[in-house]
């Protein structure tokens, strides 16, 4: 159906920005429209927010029309006339992303969405973030991400300033998370659980556990005493060392005021990228603990899975933390957690199991180390002094983000419960053995009315475990037995592969059963209760 | 304890409940077992994936052409998936790929069959026609749904739709190994994998300009 676009359009040049967002805003609102009526997306949450949407592209088209009448005046000078069109590009730059948020809301179509996955990531951000409206999706570019909807949306409705739709931000609440994952991974469903380190984000937000309101004190601190004050003002050298360095390389002269310019320049850079990789560090290694806690160590194999590429880069990955420190913070995390919280009671696990995993980790270290201690071609000289300053600045990011690291832990510690690696994700590693689907109710003499929820961390912990330990066990050499079935690296890499697939569709499937088990439970519930009444 | 039978044939439903406990016969998920576990057959139910194929596009799937047919068969169908509670239309002259919601695993002393229930059938709803379950056989059970009645027919998913009758051996045999085995939704036909193929259809000298 289309809208019926009240605008004419003959009175405007086919290039002018109001032209252009007049057409983007009709467009948009015909669009969310026909997703209105198809209901396309069967979650709550998008609806409300495709109400919001109707509402803001509203507002923008009447803020559009309203600065078009101004920019009609004849007293309008060019100044005014430039600041107004300015204003319209802005807003035609919001609803350019007001039509990305659609396409993110469409993409949590079902059939774009490995089957029975949402709900259970749901269920997990809901235990701990509380009752929120969540889009989960795929995207085409290889990344993982957070961010909340919410915070865009006031941006936006600050530039209309659009009172309709600020009281209905107001009823969508604080946060509209939208957690995003590599749509190249849809279904491979082990590596999803890096999703876990993006609800360490939301976590993060709602309970501003690394906000550097509470650690900036100690951050100061740390910064001005020995030896991290030290190590500061080398840095601060070296900065200024690799500026005047390339300047010489580009064959300038330098004079003595432009020589303290650099040197003023250098370390007021250095200062920006310094705060910058602070806060960026607490908050993801905030994730990735909180990631630890709530859904135990296999988030450490997807992670290490996730960043196996980078693990080897010696060089600066923007501002986020090497994968290596990442990985080890997690791992440490991992192994207090083991001991304070009975992560693994030897009495009432299998203690096997636990100790593979054990090993597993081990091997992973051991791997990590010695992607650092390969040799590298002969650096030049600016790329060598790089690699000090990065070395350097990573030393002391590393002292910096020590102590605030160890009382974030411990408010984690004191508002998240953790996640308990039972007896019953060893028995879904026992099904997965016979090639059966996980089903996390299965086999439990429980009432239909009593049955657990579909345990995505358990599932994924199983999986994970089964995975490292039983599947990864064939390479030639390990077990002796299969060495001559995987003699060429082609057969080894068809030998990794297919059980993976096989095992991501036996996940899939337990899942989206455990899934329709609850809501079949639920429902016949309903009905019992009501007939009784 | 082992489960001990003296007669061989239909098992009835003491055995299947025996063999369920037991955990050697896997049913997952079992809803409402009251329900299904009828006199002497278990009710599966409707998954919520379908294949259906683009037809107008098709020419035709030709079991000589191996390259082709796997081509054919890839590129022309379309796997669709609905929701708890959404309906999936089914025409009257239609036929899709459907599939069991509850995955199976039968041990080595038991196959099955599935059969259609009546109830749908009067429909005109046809379940399956190749009904037969190996010993040993892991997975989804694919339904082969025609519509062969006058009016449309909304299917949903976890509604009751065909039963397994289960058959003891008289000995326990070597379990199922082909290529459906662990499939988690419906599958298309992998006749192109049939290692007899070659010979019983050599390619003659004309086939290749097709």
Redesign the interface.
């Known amino acids: 159906m289309a809208y019926s676009w009240k605008f004419k359009a003959d009175q405007f040049s086919k290039t002018s920005p109001t032209y252009v967002a007049y057409c983007r805003a009709f467009s948009l609102l015909d669009k969310i429209r026909e997703l209105k009526a198809e209901k396309k997306s ?1 979650l709550e949450g998008p609806e409300k927010l495709l109400g919001v949407m109707s509402t803001l592209t509203e507002g923008c088209i009447r803020k559009i029309t309203k600065l078009d009448n101004e920019l009609s005046l004849n007293r309008v000078n060019l100044m005014q006339r430039k600041n107004i069109e300015n204003t319209i590009r802005t807003i035609l730059l919001s609803v350019n992303i007001l039509h990305a948020f659609l396409r993110y809301i469409d993409a949590t179509r ?2 774009r969405n490995p ?1 029975g996955m949402i709900k259970p990531w749901e269920l997990l951000i809901r235990k701990y973030g509380g009752e929120l409206n969540i889009i989960i999706r795929p995207q085409w570019k290889y990344n993982y991400s957070y961010y909340n909807m919410v915070t865009i949306l006031k941006k936006i409705n600050d530039i209309i300033r659009d009172q309709e739709t600020e009281l209905e931000l107001q009823e969508i609440g604080l946060y509209f998370p939208i957690l995003s994952f590599a749509g190249l991974e849809r279904d491979n469903v082990l590596l999803h659980i890096i999703l876990a380190h993006e609800i360490g984000h939301l976590i993060d937000e709602i309970r501003k556990i690394s906000s550097l309101e509470k650690h900036g004190d100690k951050i100061i601190e740390t910064l001005n005493t020995p030896p991290v004050s030290d190590k500061l003002n080398r840095l601060y050298d070296l900065s200024v060392n690799i500026m005047k360095t390339l300047k010489t390389k580009l064959q300038e002269t330098p004079g003595v005021t432009y020589e303290l310019f650099i040197e003023h320049e250098a370390k007021s850079e250095a200062q920006t990228e310094l705060v910058n990789k602070i806060i960026t560090w607490l908050e993801e290694i905030t994730a990735d603990i909180i990631a630890v806690r709530i859904i135990g160590p296999s988030f450490i194999f997807a992670l290490y899975q996730t960043q196996l590429a980078q693990v080897s880069k010696m060089g600066p990955a923007g501002d986020y933390p090497p994968p290596q420190i990442r990985i080890e913070n997690c791992i440490e995390y991992w192994n207090t957690l083991d001991k304070e919280d009975k992560f693994f009671d030897p009495k009432t696990t299998d203690t096997d199991g636990c100790q593979s995993i054990k090993e597993c980790v081990r091997k992973y270290l051991d791997d990590i180390k010695q992607k650092e201690t390969e040799t590298l071609p002969e650096p030049s000289v600016i790329d060598k002094l790089q690699k000090e300053r990065y070395n350097l600045l990573t030393e002391i990011l590393v002292d910096v983000v020590k102590n605030p690291i160890s009382s974030i832990k411990e408010s984690i510690a004191r508002c998240i419960e953790p996640f308990k690696l039972d007896d019953g994700v060893f028995r879904l590693i026992e099904l997965l053995k ?4 996980p ?1 996390r ?3 439990k003499k429980v009432d239909s009315s009593t049955r657990p929820e579909c345990d995505i961390a358990s599932i994924l912990n199983a999986s994970w475990i089964f995975w490292l330990t039983h599947e990864r066990d064939i390479a030639p050499g390990e077990e002796g037995t299969k060495t001559e079935e995987v003699a060429s690296l082609d057969k080894l890499r068809i030998s990794y592969y297919e059980p993976l697939v ?1 095992i991501s ?2 996940i ?2 337990g899942i ?6 609850k ?3 639920d429902l ?1 519930q309903r009905h019992k209760s009501t007939r009784n009444s | 304890m082992d489960v001990e039978f003296n007669n061989l044939g239909v098992i009835s439903k003491k055995e299947i409940t025996e063999y369920l406990n037991q ?1 050697k016969l ?1 049913i ?2 079992m ?2 077992a009251e329900i299904q576990i009828g006199r002497c057959s278990v009710d599966i139910r409707l998954g ?2 379908f294949i259906t194929t683009k037809e107008t596009q098709l020419s035709v799937l030709d079991v000589r052409d191996r390259e082709n047919l796997k081509n054919n068969i890839m590129q022309y169908q379309e ?6 509670g ?1 309906p999936f239309i089914l025409h009257p002259r239609e036929f899709v790929l459907g599939a069991s ?1 509850e ?1 199976v ?1 039968l041990p080595l002393d038991l196959m099955a069959y599935v059969v259609g229930r009546s109830s749908w059938g009067r429909l005109g709803l046809v379940i399956a026609t190749a009904t037969l379950i190996d010993p040993g056989f ?1 997975g ?1 059970i694919t339904l082969e749904l025609a519509n062969i009645g006058k009016v449309p027919l909304k299917l949903y ?2 509604l009751r739709i065909a039963q397994l009758v289960f058959h003891k051996l008289s000995s326990e045999t070597e379990g199922y190994s082909g290529q459906y ?2 499939s ?2 419906p599958k298309f036909s992998e006749i192109y994998d049939d290692k007899e193929l070659p010979y019983i259809i050599p390619k003659g000298k004309n086939d290749t300009q097709k």
Do not use: M, W
Request: contains cysteine; proline residues 4%; aromatic residues 8%.
């Open positions: 069967s079902l059939s089957t016979d090639r059966i689907t089903v109710s299965e086999g096989e569709h036996l899939l499937k989206e059963l455990a899934d329709f088990d809501q079949f439970s016949k | 955990k896997i997952s998920p809803l409402d919520n994936e796997k669709i998936r609905i929701g708890y959404e919601l995955y695993s892991k989804v998913p976890c085995l662990t988690t939704g």
